[in-house]
């Protein structure tokens, strides 16, 4: 294998270029092919070279793809590429090691012997949380915050008493991929007596122009979706005292 390849797996941030880092910057502007996610804006690509290869590999919701096949489509890239000598950026949404498949794409490059480096990215929930002013830890308030997924498993959320355990404490837990599930999930959280009154933001389109901010309760969670129609992809925050500073 040419070892005068690189395979930078960037984090793209949520969208906005100027949350971009300025290293993952450079990678772009050096790259001789971005692989690239949705979500991303088309000022983002715009830094690259003219000469530049850019090949979508994203997904969006519901849009039929299998996962697996698109996976396997991004490793196959890093190869053929990477036998070609070429600086290769695989440009994902927000950080590559929060709810995505950096990971697997990572293990690849090792079991490969790819040379490839990882470079982090400003992920969703923090983006929003300093866009909308809402804090997710702070002094005698909140001592931690949970990461945590609305994809259900087998039919019911995970970990659900992990979750609740950090709601207790007045900790915030965020929300990604939920939005479709949010009425559900705060039933269930209801059911295990985390209190009614608890704040809910819906932050809808971090970084986008077309950005929304929404704020409920986990008691009115069904009022709320009745009345208003959030876009995803959207980061949900939940916590006793997730409240915007105003």
């Known amino acids: 294998m040419d070892v005068s390849h690189l395979i930078s797996i960037v984090g793209g941030g949520p969208g906005d270029p100027e949350l971009l880092t300025v290293k993952g910057m450079k990678r772009l502007q050096q790259a001789d092919v971005v692989l690239y996610d949705g979500l991303l804006r088309e000022e983002v690509l715009d830094l690259t070279a003219p000469e530049c290869e850019k090949i979508f590999v994203g997904k969006y919701h519901s849009d039929g793809q299998n996962q697996e096949k698109r996976?396997?489509?991004?490793?196959?890239?890093?190869?053929?590429?990477?036998?070609?000598g070429k600086k290769v950026v695989r440009l994902k949404t927000g950080d590559p090691m929060i709810f995505g498949r950096g990971p697997e794409e990572i293990r690849f490059c090792v079991e490969h012997h790819l040379n490839y480096e990882v470079i982090p990215g400003v992920t969703a929930a923090l983006a929003g949380s300093a866009q909308f002013n809402v804090p997710l830890t702070e002094r005698h308030k909140a001592c931690m915050a949970l990461f945590y997924t609305g994809h259900r498993t087998n039919g019911t959320f995970s970990d659900l008493e992990a979750l609740t355990a950090v709601l207790s404490t007045g900790s915030p837990v965020m929300i990604y991929m939920g939005l479709n599930k949010l009425a559900e999930?705060?039933?269930?959280?209801?059911?295990?007596?985390?209190?009614?009154?608890?704040?809910?933001q819906i932050l809808s389109k971090i970084s986008q122009p077309e950005e929304q901010h929404y704020e409920t309760s986990l008691e009115d969670v069904?009022?709320?979706?009745?009345?208003?129609?959030?876009?995803?992809?959207?980061v949900i925050i939940i916590g006793e005292h997730a409240l915007s500073i105003q």
């Open 71 to 84: 996976q396997e489509d991004i490793h196959r890239w890093f190869k053929f590429y990477a036998e070609q």
């Open 185 to 200: 999930l705060s039933e269930a959280l209801l059911e295990r007596g985390v209190e009614a009154s608890t704040t809910v």
């Open 222 to 234: 069904d009022n709320f979706l009745a009345e208003n129609n959030p876009q995803a992809p959207t």
